[in-house]
Structures are given as structure tokens and as C-alpha cells.
């Protein structure tokens, strides 16, 4: 008996040794895996944490994306407003440029008539002016005459201005009235009836009188008016030939001025004269 409690004895102690160290093992190997899961959650604790501030910084960032989004759109919307005013204002000013267009269109149209009816005046005015210097006293008439041909081309372009034309005709009438109340002694080269050329003093009196005397004095010439044209006369009475000397002599300054007469029939016979020589 004793040996039989003694082995059953001794088989459970071997069994509960089997059983403890079986405990203990599966103990340890828990632990491990414990510790294992242990360290995976603090691992995914930790991601989650670093997600979640991830998440948070984007969220501030989306937030102030949206708050700028928001602003600008409330600025682009004001824009819009100013725009729909400026555009409100820009067709009331059409409206009005469209009314003074046509006032415009309608006063170029007056000005275009009244400036072609000035342009025939002044085309006028240039011919009878072309014609007076044409038929007068030959002093400087190639230059006068060109000065007239050049303003009627010039009259006759497109773009001329009208203002500028009148402007300039005024003066050219204006020279030649100066030219017909002045006076002038100069100096120049004739031909005398000896076929000689000598030097010789002119003598103009407004666009009236055109005379000269050689420096020798031996020969004195007048400018007649023929029906066409101009002349020289060169025999000259004592009379006449005194006339032009004294009036030489007024403009040289050798002599006191005084008032000389010059009978028209002198400067055109045509034309008859009351006074004698």
C-alpha cells in the first residue's frame, strides 16, 4: 500500500511539476507576446498622434485657405460692383459721346460748306491778285507771282487748312499794299541806247513809277504801260528827265523832300492827263 500512495504519490507531484512549468512556460511566452502588443499599440498610439497633428495642421490650413478664398471673393465681388458702375457710367457717356458725334457730324457738315465756299473766295481773291501783279509793274514779279502760284496749289489740296489759308493770302494782299504805298532807290545794271551796260540808280514809287538814271546821268528811262505789257522810255523830255533826278536825289538824301507830281499820262499814255510839261 505504501508503495502504491507512494507512486501515485510521486505521479501526481510530477504531474503538477509538468503542470507548473507548462504555466509557467505559457507565462512567458504571454508576456512576450504582451509586451509585443504592447509596444505595437504605443507604435500605432504614436502614429495616431502624429496623424491626428497632421490632420489638425491641415485643417488650419485649409481654414485659412478658405478665410483667403472667402476674402477674395468678397474683394472680387466689390470689384464686380465697381465694374457694373464704371459700365453703368461708361454707356451714359456713350449716350452722350453718340449725342456730340452727331452735333459734331452735323457742324463738319456746316464747316464743310462754309469752308468750300471760303476756299472759292480765297481761289478768287488769289486770281484777281495773280492778275494785278501779272498786268503791273514789272519789280520783282517772277517772285511775287511765284509766291501767288504756290498758295493756289496749295489751296487746292484737301488737307489744307482753310484758316492758315486765309491767313497767308491776307498777308500776301497786305505785302503788295505795302509794295504799292512804298518807296525805293536801288542800284542795278540797264542797257542804254548806246548798247552799252552801265550802272544805274532805280527809282520805284509805289507800284506806280519805275524809272532810272545811269550813275553818268547821261541817260534817264521811265516805265510806260503799253496796251499789253510795260516799256522803256528813254526819250525823255528835259521835264521829266528833271523829275526823276529830283526824286533820285529826295531818296539818296541830297535833297529836301518835297511833294513831285507825276502825270499819269507819264507813267500810260493811254490815259490823258490834265497837266502840262
Known amino acids: 500500500m505504501k508503495e502504491l500512495w507512494g507512486r501515485i504519490f510521486s505521479g501526481k507531484i510530477v504531474n503538477l511539476i509538468l503542470v507548473v512549468m507548462l504555466l509557467f512556460s505559457t507565462s512567458f511566452v504571454n508576456a512576450g507576446k504582451l509586451e509585443k502588443i504592447r509596444e505595437e499599440i504605443e507604435k500605432t498610439s504614436q502614429l495616431l498622434k502624429e496623424e491626428e497633428t497632421l490632420h489638425q495642421k491641415e485643417k488650419e490650413q485649409a481654414l485659412a485657405t478658405q478665410r483667403s478664398l472667402q476674402e477674395r471673393i468678397a474683394t472680387l465681388e466689390n470689384r464686380l460692383k465697381q465694374v457694373e458702375e464704371e459700365n453703368k457710367r ?37 486770281e484777281v491778285l495773280h492778275q494785278q501783279i501779272s498786268s503791273g509793274i514789272p519789280y520783282a514779279q517772277e517772285d511775287r507771282l511765284r509766291r501767288i502760284i504756290i498758295f493756289k496749289k496749295k489751296l487746292k489740296e484737301e488737307d489744307t487748312d482753310i484758316v492758315d489759308c486765309c491767313q497767308e493770302l491776307y498777308y500776301d494782299f497786305m505785302e503788295e499794299i505795302d509794295l504799292g504805298y512804298g518807296s525805293e532807290l536801288f542800284f542795278d545794271e540797264v542797257e542804254t541806247t548806246e ?20 550813275r553818268d546821268g547821261k541817260e534817264t528811262g521811265l516805265l510806260q504801260g503799253k496796251e499789253e505789257g510795260y516799256e522803256w522810255k528813254k526819250d525823255l523830255s528835259l521835264f521829266q528827265r528833271g523829275k526823276i533826278k529830283k526824286s533820285i536825289e529826295i531818296m539818296e538824301g541830297r535833297r529836301i523832300p518835297h511833294l513831285i507830281d507825276y502825270p499819269i499820262d507819264w507813267i500810260s499814255p493811254s490815259r490823258k492827263s490834265d497837266y502840262n510839261d
Open 90 to 126: 461708361l454707356k451714359r457717356e456713350i449716350i452722350g459721346i453718340e449725342s456730340v458725334k452727331n452735333k459734331l457730324i452735323t457742324t463738319i457738315r456746316k464747316n464743310t460748306s462754309l469752308f468750300s465756299s471760303i476756299r472759292d473766295v480765297l481761289s478768287n481773291k488769289a
Open 195 to 214: 548798247r552799252e551796260m552801265k550802272r544805274a540808280n532805280f527809282l520805284r514809287i509805289g507800284k506806280i513809277v519805275l524809272a532810272y538814271r545811269t
